[in-house]
């Protein structure tokens, strides 16, 4: 392979991560299990390409990787949004076939794939190919990997944060209070923060996905107690992850406001920095920061942490958070 760089290939279709389409379903089924040769099998799509698919003209070298990225995207279903990456290009086991590596950055992680395409670009097969009964396709393409983010572009200065700098571990988590799995989230957490009070800093970030609503006011009152003291933020916080919290984020937005005033009141923080917050904007300021730095890493769901830069969507096992620790 001579002169072949890496490329990106972003695709609009609003699909789940491989899906196969209806259609191509019961022809997988028919030509699955195609035998090459002795000992050599494919599952998957034989894919003709000569009448179905456009090539621009690209070099010879390049057309390969192309019609194989054509390919991927025409019958693979993946989320709006998805790049596709080409990794490498190298021949196959199969004879006058090459394996083209390929990464899809799907929002949450990065699955690699290997195409297979025949030397003129008129055939491939997506799919597993097995020899001896292994799974070559598997093997080489290897395991799918979390999403990488820089910790760096984070912000985490600008947020409410638990836990010392330097600690082995840190979350950055999205979440809102209108979530329950982000309820469920923070109970693990708090628990493991408790265990592991020097090892773990925490960053909470609001992501309530819309700049209006209930769920939006919730986020911007906590806010604006960040802007009274960390700890206020934190007494709202809790007290919001709360089955009685819960019940009052179902009030009215004034019912709402005059309980977390109560709360403010009752451990001696001040009040009127916590209405001038809610007055004067501050507090929505910081949840559209979250949030425009949210839609910017490409987040969909609450909860969603980074943890060391590897991005983690849902509520996440103490299992997995404490491998992290033992790194």
Known sequence: ???LTSKKYTTNRTMNPFEIPM????????????KMGKNIFWTGMLIALALTVPVAAFSEEDRVVQVAIDTFKSHVRLPQGTEIKFLEKKESPVIDFYAVKLLILLPDKEMP???????????????????????VTMKEAGPPRPKKIDMAILDMDKSPVTGPKGAKVTIVEFSNFQCPYCMDSWAKLKTLLEKHPKEIRYIFKHFPFQPVGRTFELSEMAAAAREVSLEAFWLVHDFLFTNE???????????V?????QLLREKNHEVKAFQTALENGK?????????????????????????????IVGSTADSVLEKYLNK
């Not at 259609?23 to 195609?34: H, N, V």
């Not at 297979?116 to 001896?132: Q, R, S």
């Not at 406001?257 to 005033?261: D, G, R, S, V, Y």
């Open 1 to 3: 392979m001579k002169g």
């Open 23 to 34: 259609w191509m379903k019961s022809e997988f089924m028919i030509r699955g299990g195609l």
């Open 113 to 135: 794939a290997i195409v297979y395409v025949d030397k003129a670009g008129e055939k491939v097969f997506i799919g597993n190919l097995f020899i001896k009964g292994e799974n």
């Open 245 to 255: 919290g819960q019940s009052v984020a179902n009030l009215d937005r004034k019912a």
């Open 257 to 261: 406001q005059l309980k977390i005033e």
């Open 283 to 311: 507090g929505k300021q910081r949840v559209l920061e979250d949030m425009a730095l949210g839609n910017r890493i490409r987040i969909t769901s609450t909860p969603t942490k980074i943890v060391n830069g590897d991005l």
